[in-house]
Structure formats: C-alpha cells, structure tokens
C-alpha cells in the first residue's frame, strides 16, 4: 500500500469512529471537577456527631477515643495548641482520618480519680476553609464524678506590666517548694496575649501556683527561665482572680560572659551580673596603672578597658570578684599603625553631638560632645560658642572630670564653705556619671563663681556657692554657633579632632507644656519595711512607648514639678524602692521574695504646647 492510500484508509477510519471521540471528549468534561461559582463563602466549623466514649465519660478506662464530624477535618498547629491537664508522662497519639479524630491512649498511665481535659485550641478545623472548632475540650474522668472548680487570673511581667501569650500556670497538690523544681504539676493552663488564664476541672483543695516561661517545655522550673508565684498556697474553691508578676531571678554566679577586643586600645568585658569587687589586673610586667582607663557601666556588669600607650602584642588581663580570681583573658592586640591604615574604619578621633542635625534644639538640653574615645586634654579659649553673632563669654570645661569619667551630671549636696572651713552648704556642681552616660562626654558648661547660697548653720546669712551648670539658659527661638577649631580635643591616643562647626536655633518656650504631679503616699506605706527601711519612690515620666523620660526619688508625699516638657503622651510610673539601693529588684523564690512593686498611673496623660497640667496620685498597693 502505497503513502497516499494509508491517508486515505486512516482519515476513513476517522470518520466512521468520529461520534466515538465525541462521545469521549464529552465525558471527559463532564468529569473534570470545578470549584461552584458564586454562592456564601462556607464559614461554619465542623460540628460532632459522635463520641467514643461520650464525652465527660465517668469511670474512664478506654486504650482509645474516637470523634466523629460532619465534614473532612484537619489539624493545625497541634504542637503549640494542645493542652492534656493534668499532663501525661506519654503525649498519646493524635491522628486524622477522613471524618474522624482518634486519640491514642494506650501507652497513656492515667491517675486514678482524676478529671482530664484534652484541648485542642483552634488546631481542630475543616479541610476546605479551615474554620476551626474554637477551644475545642474532651474531658473524661477516671474516678465516678468531674472536677467543676476554675481557678482564673493574670499573668504579667513585674518590671513593666507587659503580658505575653503560652506562659504556663501550673497548679501543685504537693505544697513542698521544691515541688516545681522536680514534678510536673497536676493542673495547669497557658495565658492568652492579654496574659489571662483560666485553669478547669480542677478538684477542690489548696494548691501551690506557679507561672513559667517554659522555654525547654519540661512543665518544671529551669534556673534561668523566667517564673512567678504566690506565696503560700490557694483555695481553688475561693473563685477569686489571681495577679502573678513574673520576673528572671538574679544568676547567683559571677563569672566572664564575653570579653571583645575590636577596636585599638579598647578592650571590652561582659559580666554575669552586677559586682562592686571587681578588680581588673595587667599581668603584664613593665605595666604602669596609668596606662589603662577602666570604666564600669551603669550596672557595673560590664566594664570597657581603654589602654593608653600600650604598644605590645599581647595582652592578659586577671579578672576578681573581691579577693577571688574568677578568670583570665588573652588578647592578641591591634596595632595603631594597623588601626590607623584600616580601610574599614580607620582610627580617628570621632565626634558626635545631640543637636537632632538641623531640628530645633530643645532648651532644657544639654549641649553635649560625644567622643569616641576618653579627652586627655582641651585647648579651651580656641573654642567659641555665639548668640547670634555676640560671643557668649563665662563658660569652660572641667578637666578632671573629663579625664576620669565618661560624663557630668547635677549633683545638688552639701559641700565644704571655702570661706568657712568646717561648714557645709548646699551646693549643685556637676560630678562624674558614668551611669548616664557611657561614652566619653564633654558638656559645655557655664561656671558662676559668683553664685550665692543661704548658710544653712546661719540662716539669713549667704555664702560663696559657685555653680557650674551644664543646662545653662539659652534663649529661646535663637541661633547659635558652635566653632571647635581642629586640635582642640586631644585623646588618650594622641589623636586630635578636625574642625567642628554646629549651627543651632533653639525652640521657642510656649512649645514645652508644664506638669505639677502631686503624689501622696499613706502613712500607712511610710513605715520600716521587713528589711528596717523606710521605701524609697523611684517616680519616673516616660513616654507613650515608655522611653525614659525623667526620673525623681522620693521619701514621702511630695509635689514634682516637670518643666519643659515636650508635647507628647506620658505615662508615670512609680518603682517602690524596699531595700533604698535607687533601683528595681528582682525576686527569689526559694527566699520567698517577690520582686518590688512597680505602679503604673493608669490614665495615660497628654501634654500640650503651653499648656499646663495639674495631677494628683494616690498610691496605694
């Protein structure tokens, strides 16, 4: 048969079979599956239509529970929202099958007489649009009647208030304090993002309660993890709500957590936790003490080591804690002409201000020079500072404190009367702070020696009192200049600044608001705490994202006056200082103490430009 007559013979074959591939094509189509068009969107969850055993099943001895709903299911999320109180030692076995849910329990040991709840959360939810079963709960019990009884509450952060979701409250038969430590508790349930809790089908009786941020999910207390309790024990039966504070107990051991050497001549060490002993030796043997700067930070848990013609290879460095050697550290040292020649950040002396670049400058403010490294020297009458165009004249620096801290701050105390030896007055000056500011600072500050102050051993009679002050009054909507001619600054390297020139205006007064805080504090709370001291008050004024703002310490009721004040949203909070040591503590739950209080005004306030705000503050807790 020849090309053409195949032709031929197949399109024949075609034709006469052609209702067949019609045919064929048709139920090809008809068999394709398609989603609907139009119609609601299906939002209802599955529903049950049988459990086996039923639920709230008494005198529970099953290896096996199944479920049954009315449309295909799945799991979601199962890890984070299943919840089995009492725990089980063996998380049994959960599996989906089409319409059906089994739970394995056959290498589940259940206590006898108990009540247990199996929640699943949201993780119960259908196939197609995932619309879960919300707080899905199977409780079965191994003893003839349920535990009924909920014992509710919040659980927030001591320091600050703030509450987080998945934090643990566990509820103990067992009252022994090392019960959290060893055992898994016999009840518990996990907060919600507002930091509720409710705990259910608890059995009447009193219990130890206990919050926990179980990070390796052992359902115990990890030294580390953060924990709250409250002392003594609860009646579940009492139906009260219950406020726990949580909060990080201090690390009982000293020791190096980091030490860094990064940058030429600055060595940096990172501590366990804060020390007053800490005592830093060069065991290099041709060192000199003053070839190192050390400078602790506010908390005194890490210190920067500044080194000033050190020139070796090497460095070992001894670290105690009072008369104990906890460790020594090594460093293969970088070398200036290394530093120097860096592509990536060459040494230089570096300067940095508070002067916002071109906004307006805040009239309460400080003007302050931030510098990379410790200021050995300053050639002082280079430097001019302009009102406009007039030189503002009475205004100079204080070498010593440059030389041996990291900045200034006000410190109104008594002092010695030069003018009469032996007599103290009061006397505001600036004193090194290395707490507020941890990087090498100059301020400019005006001196008035010619500053006067009522002797307080002679009323009536006034005495020499100079003042050097840090925030001395600039005008306000005024333009400045700031001219540092080059080699003015000279570090601890020997490096000289280049030159600075700072333009400023500054804000105008009817911008700031004013606020007159009057808080009263009880006589009640004004008394000799377990410790024999009266409570000190840390009142701070922090923003709406609570950014410190300022910060005043009080014995007793007392008017604050906040001028000044930018216009913005404030919240005030008030830490009550027990132990008088000027900041927050934690708690120790084996010593039984509970972090000190910590009171937030609850009405957030507004400050407005040139409007003045006048508030009162109970305290009571």
């Known amino acids: 048969?020849?090309?053409?007559?195949?032709?031929?013979?197949?399109?024949?074959?075609?034709?006469?079979?052609?209702?067949?591939?019609?045919?064929?094509?048709?139920?090809a189509s008809c068999a394709q599956i398609v989603a609907p068009g139009g119609g609601p969107k299906d939002t209802r969850a599955p529903k049950i239509l049988k459990y086996t055993p039923d639920s709230a099943q008494l005198n529970f001895n099953s290896k096996k529970v199944e479920l049954d709903f009315d449309e295909?299911?799945?799991?979601?999320?199962?890890?984070?929202?299943?919840?089995?109180?009492?725990?089980m030692e063996k998380t049994p076995?959960?599996?989906?099958?089409?319409?059906?849910?089994?739970?394995?329990?056959?290498?589940?040991?259940?206590?006898?007489?108990?009540?247990?709840?199996?929640?699943?959360?949201?993780?119960?939810?259908?196939?197609?649009?995932?619309?879960?079963?919300?707080?899905?709960?199977?409780?079965?019990?191994?003893?003839?009647?349920?535990?009924?009884?909920?014992?509710?509450?919040?659980?927030?952060?001591?320091?600050?208030?703030?509450?987080?979701?998945?934090?643990?409250?566990?509820?103990?038969?067992?009252?022994?304090?090392?019960?959290?430590?060893?055992?898994?508790?016999?009840?518990?349930?996990?907060?919600?993002?507002?930091?509720?809790?409710?705990?259910?089908?608890?059995r009447p009786g009193k219990y130890r309660i206990f919050a926990l941020k179980d990070d390796?999910?052992?359902?115990?207390y990890d030294v580390g993890e953060s924990l709250g309790f409250v002392a003594g024990t609860i009646d579940a039966s009492e139906n009260k709500s219950i406020l726990i504070d949580m909060f990080q107990e201090p690390n009982t051991k000293f020791y190096v957590k980091k030490y860094v050497h990064s940058e030429y001549g600055k060595v940096m060490v990172i501590f366990s936790q804060h020390s007053d002993s800490v005592q830093v030796k060069n065991l290099a043997p041709d060192f000199t003490n003053d070839q190192a700067l050390p400078v602790f930070s506010?908390?005194?848990?890490?210190?920067?080591?500044?080194?000033?013609?050190?020139?070796?290879?090497?460095?070992?460095?001894?670290?105690?804690?009072?008369?104990?050697?906890?460790?020594?550290?090594?460093?293969?040292?970088?070398?200036?002409?290394?530093?120097?020649?860096?592509?990536?950040?060459?040494?230089?002396?570096?300067?940095?201000?508070?002067?916002?670049g071109f906004q307006t400058y805040d009239l309460d403010a400080p003007i302050r020079l931030i510098f990379s490294q410790p200021i050995e020297k300053i050639n002082l009458?280079?430097?001019?500072?302009?009102?406009?165009?007039?030189?503002?004249?009475?205004?100079?620096?204080?070498?010593?404190?440059?030389?041996?801290?990291?900045?200034?701050r006000y410190d109104s105390k008594a002092a010695e009367d030069p003018n009469n030896p032996g007599t103290f007055i009061r006397s505001t000056e600036l004193v090194p702070?290395?707490?507020?500011?941890?990087?090498?600072?100059?301020?400019?500050?005006?001196?008035?020696?010619?500053?006067?102050?009522?002797?307080?051993?002679?009323?009536?009679?006034?005495?020499?009192?100079?003042?050097?002050?840090?925030?001395?009054?600039?005008?306000?909507?005024?333009?400045?200049?700031?001219?540092?001619?080059?080699?003015?600054?000279?570090?601890?390297?020997?490096?000289?600044?280049?030159?600075?020139?700072?333009?400023?205006?500054?804000?105008e007064q009817k911008y700031y608001g004013t606020i007159k805080l009057k808080i009263t504090i009880p006589d009640s709370l004004q008394k000799p705490g377990a410790n024999g001291r009266i409570p000190r008050y840390i009142v701070q004024l922090l923003d709406d994202k609570e950014n410190f703002y300022r910060e005043d310490i009080i014995r007793g009721s007392e008017t604050l006056l906040y001028d000044y004040v930018l216009p913005r949203k404030y919240i005030l909070k008030i830490i009550?200082?027990?132990?008088?040591?000027?900041?927050?503590?934690?708690?120790?739950?084996?010593?039984?103490?509970?972090?000190?209080?910590?009171l937030y005004d609850p009405e957030q306030m507004n400050v407005r430009s040139n409007w003045d705000l006048d508030l009162e503050w109970k305290v009571i807790y």
């Open 93 to 202: 076995d959960i599996k989906i099958k089409n319409k059906s849910l089994t739970i394995d329990l056959s290498d589940s040991k259940l206590k006898p007489n108990t009540t247990y709840s199996i929640s699943f959360g949201n993780a119960l939810q259908d196939l197609n649009e995932g619309n879960p079963i919300e707080n899905f709960k199977y409780i079965f019990s191994t003893g003839d009647y349920i535990d009924s009884l909920n014992v509710k509450g919040k659980v927030r952060t001591a320091f600050d208030h703030k509450t987080d979701k998945g934090i643990l409250v566990m509820l103990y038969s067992d009252t022994n304090d090392s019960v959290v430590y060893k055992t898994q508790p016999d009840f518990f349930a996990k907060t919600t993002s507002d930091g509720t809790f409710q705990i259910g089908n608890v």
């Open 381 to 408: 009458p280079a430097v001019d500072l302009k009102e406009d165009s007039i030189l503002i004249k009475g205004w100079k620096y204080d070498l010593q404190y440059i030389a041996s801290a990291n900045g200034f």
């Open 1 to 27: 048969m020849n090309t053409r007559e195949k032709t031929y013979t197949f399109l024949k074959l075609l034709y006469s079979n052609a209702h067949w591939l019609v045919l064929l094509l048709f139920v």
């Open 576 to 598: 009550v200082d027990e132990n008088g040591n000027g900041k927050w503590d934690t708690g120790n739950y084996l010593k039984n103490i509970q972090p000190e209080n910590v």
């Open 72 to 87: 295909y299911v799945q799991l979601k999320d199962l890890n984070n929202q299943l919840i089995i109180s009492p725990p």
């Open 433 to 507: 702070d290395v707490e507020m500011y941890p990087t090498p600072t100059v301020f400019i500050a005006k001196w008035d020696s010619t500053s006067m102050a009522e002797d307080p051993n002679n009323p009536g009679t006034f005495i020499s009192a100079p003042i050097k002050d840090i925030r001395f009054a600039l005008k306000e909507s005024t333009k400045y200049h700031l001219f540092i001619p080059p080699g003015t600054f000279t570090d601890i390297f020997g490096l000289t600044n280049d030159t600075i020139k700072i333009d400023f205006k500054t804000q």
């Open 298 to 356: 506010k908390n005194a848990d890490t210190l920067i080591y500044w080194l000033k013609d050190y020139n070796k290879d090497s460095l070992k460095l001894q670290i105690s804690n009072g008369h104990t050697v906890i460790d020594t550290l090594e460093f293969k040292l970088i070398k200036k002409e290394d530093a120097l020649k860096s592509k990536k950040n060459p040494l230089h002396l570096r300067l940095t201000n508070n002067f916002n």
């Open 216 to 220: 390796n999910t052992n359902y115990k």
